[in-house]
């Protein structure tokens, strides 16, 4: 395939990890997504080569001690949809934008006669009938399912350590995590295993990935892509997203993902008038000059590493040299929403665990199962449930419904009247050990874990807004470190042009 004429093209501000440049095939996987799309479309690659490359790679490099990003490949099936989809584009009948890309699918979305386990034993053995919406208008456009990733049990944490299935490793060092809960969809990616994957994110489970896996995840906004076929935690938080190598890929994927109608799915909401994702956000703006970025002081600043520090003033500097102004801004709830917003996500993840047992046809629901999940979920979900609950009084959850989070969009409204964007770190540190699983050592303390990866993606999930991480460096130890742009609700459009902007920039 040709060489990458986008920023792709240079190693930019975050090399690839020492995977994504080893093993078979690795030159003729380096290309993009839409680099891939497009010499598909010239007859210069087939799907079936493509595709039998990644499964080469991912026979060879994803090891359970080394990656393990993949629950399992597709093989023979996903040799036979390239090999259909082949015919197809001969025939002069391509399907559309992603015709014969092979993108790899988190194990919590249906896929229609492949196992769909949502990271657990309990339904390891789920076969769902059809695919979940986004699936469906994946294979629309003519993408193939290569594979099921690997992830956190149920979606419900950020280290993607499996009990069930192996802890998933970070590309640039297997002995830390890749964040999570989409960690596998983020290693993948990351360590070219695949064109480009899907991730859902409930406090950061795509943009924590794509941070510490030194690539790029995009969370729309709350209610812009379906959820029907999709085991859920949270249906406050719950989106699905992309995770791609560029901020151009993202902008495809989405646009694919936002195409159809959502009958599964009747909490999606339809974006007002001139707020969908136009068709040339691929290409991006080039210019920075004249937007308006916010920078948070207070909570969401106040707690990253030195390293972190540095990529994040360097980015500040990059974007002002670009013509950018900055604009100091607070967001007065972030910490109070951050600290209550759980209470929103534990019992509705009850509620959607016991959903998932049915629809699997899964007997005596959660209580009766509860000795089939791995110890952190089964903790959760006995506090609820179990013979000794503790559970979230209700008084609770409806105060946080209907106050904090009403509280926090109203604060982060009041700071995008002013601004066109906020840049945050994506997270306060870098990949933390597989072994520092609930604490970690950062700024000299031992701090939990969770708490310090979610600091800054979760009130921006609880307020439903759009947000995307792109790389913006790494640490001493080589270990990437990502930046957050975040947009008002429905302003993908305006998000991704200024992605798409800071992305070139840092790549010249």
Not at 96 to 121: E, I, Q, R, W
Not at 210 to 225: H, S, Y
Not at 341 to 366: K, M
Not at 370 to 376: I, Q, V, Y
Request: charged letters at 20%; aromatic letters at 4%.
């Amino acid at each position: 395939m040709p060489g990458a004429s986008s920023p792709a093209g240079s190693r930019g501000p975050v090399p690839p990890p020492p995977v994504a440049e080893s093993g078979p095939y690795a030159a003729e996987v380096s290309a993009t997504m839409l680099e891939q799309a497009a010499a598909i479309g010239r007859g210069d690659l087939s799907s079936l080569e493509l595709t039998r490359m990644y499964l080469e790679r991912i026979d060879a490099l994803d090891r359970h001690e080394t990656l393990n990003a993949y629950i399992l490949s597709r093989g023979q099936d996903a040799l036979a949809d390239a090999t259909r989809l082949d015919r197809m584009r001969a025939a002069g009948r391509p399907l559309g934008p992603l015709h014969g890309v092979p993108v790899a699918v988190k194990d919590n979305l249906f896929t229609a006669g492949t196992v769909t386990s949502n990271g657990t034993a309990v339904l390891g053995e789920f076969i769902p009938a059809h695919d979940a919406t986004v699936v469906r208008l994946l294979r629309s456009a003519g993408a193939l399912v290569l594979g099921k990733t690997n992830l956190h049990e149920c979606s419900f944490g950020i280290t993607s350590n499996n009990p069930h299935y192996g802890a998933v490793h970070n590309p640039y060092d297997p002995l830390r995590i890749p964040g999570g809960s989409s960690g596998g969809s983020g290693a993948a990616v990351a360590a070219r295993l695949c064109s480009a994957a899907i991730g859902t994110d409930t406090g950061g489970s795509v943009r924590i990935p794509a941070a510490l896996c030194g690539v790029v995840g995009l969370k729309p906004t709350l209610g812009r892509v379906s959820r029907g076929g999709m085991f859920g935690l949270s249906w406050t938080c719950d989106v699905v997203g992309p995770i791609a190598r560029t901020v151009a890929d993202t902008a495809a994927l989405l646009r694919v993902m936002t195409s159809g109608p959502h009958p599964l799915d009747p909490d999606a909401t339809h974006e007002p008038p001139g707020a969908g994702v136009p068709g040339g956000a691929e290409a991006g703006a080039r210019r920075l000059r004249g937007a308006r970025i916010g920078i948070p002081d207070g909570f969401l600043s106040a707690d990253n590493s030195p390293e972190v520090d540095r990529v994040l003033a360097r980015t500040q500097r990059a974007l002002e040299e670009a013509g950018a102004t900055l604009v100091p801004v607070t967001v007065t709830e972030a910490e109070a929403a951050t600290a209550q917003g759980f209470v929103t996500v534990i019992p509705e993840a009850v509620v959607l665990t016991e959903r998932a047992l049915r629809t699997a046809g899964i007997d005596g629901g959660v209580l009766a199962g509860l000795d089939r999940f791995g110890a952190d979920v089964r903790t959760a979900l006995a506090a609820q449930v179990g013979p000794d609950p503790d559970p979230v009084p209700a008084f609770r959850y409806a105060e946080t419904l209907a106050t904090t989070i009403p509280r926090l969009r109203r604060a982060f409204a009041d700071v995008f009247a002013d601004v066109d964007v906020l840049l945050t770190a994506t997270t306060p540190a870098t990949a933390s050990p597989i072994a520092q699983d609930e604490t970690m050592r950062h700024n000299g303390r031992d701090v939990g874990t969770f708490e310090t990866f979610v600091r800054y993606t979760y009130c921006v999930s609880l307020a439903g807004l759009p947000a995307i991480s792109l790389p913006a460096g790494t640490d001493s130890a080589g270990l990437p470190v990502g930046v957050q742009l975040v947009a008002p609700r429905w302003g993908e459009a305006g998000l991704l042009e200024i992605a798409s902007a800071l992305e070139y920039t840092m790549h010249m």
